[in-house]
């Protein structure tokens, strides 16, 4: 999978968020289209029905398509996983505190 | 509910079996980091004298060291310790009322549930350094102090109680197994499992009580928390005697992930992985990334932890010390020291030495992120809805590249419903690990003529409704 070029300076998470939708649906084979999930639902039980195998392995894809490594030790880790949004926003904030990683290979 | 009986042989033992000065746990980013022998003893009798009288304490814990915490106080009290692995609500209602009279014990700072009373286990506090020489109490081998609740999926939860006898004897043997004995030379142990789960218990908590083990209190859940934190413990020696490569406990699943996303790991004295099957490949690629042995534990529900291999280079299973195997009516039962002999639900091939080869998992039961249900009672909830006049559940074939990250596929024959609304009926009925992504209607199943669904028909037909 290609690495994803971000730039965070831009403040362009929509753009972010669109990727993730669909590195989300690719990963987890979802019965939806990336634009059918709704940026504000949770991500887990009620809302797209994710449980915990499921939020390993996006982890596994955020690692390997934007080099952020996610924490479960993280005091936000509820807030990070709330919604599509939040884990975007999470994940745009340690994309632009290593730009290199982002962009390189 | 069986409860454990010991059986002749098992005597009584101590709760610690290591001196008093030695470090139990180690809590990164606490006051108080190391937990000692000395310390955990103290914390251990100070909750137990404040906790209010309880048939069983149900263990919430998610903190290794509060775990072990409120095992041993529970043990003190005199009462079970059940393993909780599902703290919704729903899942804490569902133990009180199969155990009445159980009080719930939670990690300090964590929230009861509503609906419910809670003790909170404050963990290791600055007062538990220092004091008189505490009291190590010696518990009989017969003594209940733990109970691991299977469910759900067939309706009925059945309670697996283990003896201290037989917890205490398996102890010891894990320990001789993985050389976790050492000389006394300590060494720290990162796991990326739950703490009550029974894998986790045996590994996290119990193992710092009788082996040279410094469990490390800090979730691994993800590869990025895993890495982080051996990277810690493998620093942590900091001229105490303390062996730098530590044990790592883990599971395909998660092997599986830290592979994919390998990043370089510290030396490691071994990786242990259990709960579901491990593939070879891939523990040879987890050896040769990070050269450790990767070793596997055989585990039953109904026993514990019997038997262990390296998977990359044995096909058989060498069974711990004290753990024998014998043909009885068909089945295979195996005897441990400290607990009832017990019939396996898997087919095994026993061999001249004293080990065994797999010969396959009873297919009606599936694993899904250490959690098992059987594809009977899965059937059978969803039969059971309204409107649903057939129904299937299978298990696809492993993924290749992420072996355990399969879902159940499900099939209904239901004129007049829709997918959507059975899902989520069966949200509230079956725990969210075998939930299948979608139901998958259709106008028939494919039953051979004796009214069976043989499993390669179910697989065809779920290839099949893909390709639409």
């Known amino acids: 999978m290609a690495d994803f070029a971000f730039n965070a300076s831009n403040g362009d998470i929509a753009a972010l968020q669109t990727d993730l939708a669909q590195t989300i649906v690719t990963a987890l084979k979802l019965e939806m289209s990336a634009a059918e999930i709704d940026p504000d639902a949770p991500l887990f039980v009620e809302g797209l029905g994710l449980d915990s195998i499921d939020a390993l392995e996006i982890a596994v894809s955020v690692s390997e398509r934007y080099r952020v490594q996610l924490r479960s030790d993280d005091p936000n880790n509820k807030r990070i996983f709330a919604s599509l949004r939040s884990l975007a926003e999470h994940i745009a904030a340690h994309l632009s505190r290593t730009p290199v990683a982002a962009a390189s290979s | 509910m069986v409860m454990g009986r010991a059986e002749a042989g098992a005597g009584p033992a101590a709760l610690l079996q290591r001196p008093l000065e030695d470090i139990l746990f180690w809590r990164p980013g606490r006051m108080v980091r190391p937990v000692t022998g000395a310390s955990f003893l103290r914390a251990a009798a100070r909750v137990a004298a404040g906790l209010p009288p309880a048939s069983a304490y149900l263990n919430l814990c998610r903190d290794p060291s509060g775990t072990a915490i409120a095992l041993a106080a529970s043990m003190l009290c005199g009462r079970p310790c059940v393993l909780v692995t599902d703290p919704s609500p729903a899942g804490i209602a569902t133990l009180v009322a199969q155990f009445p009279g159980a009080y719930p014990l939670l990690d300090e700072g964590a929230e009861c549930p509503s609906g419910f009373a809670c003790a909170s286990i404050a963990a290791v506090q600055p007062g538990d ?24 999926s067939s309706g009925k939860p059945s309670a697996h109680a283990k003896s201290w006898g037989a917890l205490e004897a398996r102890n010891r043997a894990a320990a001789r197994r993985f050389d976790l004995r050492d000389g006394g030379r300590q060494r720290p142990l990162v796991g990326a499992v739950s703490p009550t789960h029974m894998y986790g218990m045996e590994t996290m908590v119990l193992l710092p009580l009788h082996a040279s083990i410094i469990t490390w209190c ?22 105490r005697g303390i062996a730098t490569e530590p044990v790592f406990i883990t599971t395909p699943l ?141 298990m696809p074939e492993p993924s290749p590249r992420r072996s355990g990250t399969e879902r159940p596929v499900a099939f209904a024959v239901a004129p007049g419903r829709d997918g959507a609304s059975l899902l989520v009926e069966l949200r509230g009925l079956m725990e969210p690990a075998f939930l299948p992504r979608r139901i998958q209607l259709v106008d028939r199943l494919p039953r051979n003529e004796i009214g069976k669904l043989p499993r390669e028909a179910l697989l065809a037909l779920a290839g099949e409704v893909e390709r639409r």
């Open chain 2, 129 to 152: 350094a220092d004091g008189p020489t505490p009291n190590n109490p010696v518990f009989p081998a017969e003594l209940t102090a733990l109970i691991g609740v299977t469910s759900g």
């Open chain 2, 218 to 239: 800090a979730p691994s859940f993800f590869p990025g928390d895993a890495a982080a934190n051996l990277a810690e413990a493998a620093a942590l020696r900091a001229g």
């Open chain 2, 254 to 394: 998660q092997l599986g992930a830290l592979v994919q996303t390998a990043g370089p790991l510290p030396a490691m004295h071994a990786i242990i992985s259990a709960t579901a099957p491990l593939d070879p490949g891939l523990a040879a690629r987890a050896e040769a990334l990070w050269n450790a042995p990767v070793l596997e534990i055989f585990g039953a529900t109904e026993v514990g932890s019997i038997a262990s291999r390296r998977t990359a280079r044995d096909e058989t299973w060498t069974l711990y010390d004290g753990v024998s195997l014998h043909p009885r009516n068909g089945l295979i039962e195996a005897v441990a020291e400290g607990a009832p002999p017990t019939p396996l639900s898997d087919i095994l091939d026993l061999l001249p030495n004293g080990g065994f080869r797999l010969v396959s998992r009873s297919s009606d039961i599936v694993k899904r992120g250490g959690r098992r249900a059987s594809l009977a009672g899965l059937t059978r909830i969803l039969a059971g809805l309204d409107g649903v006049l057939d129904a299937a559940f299978v």
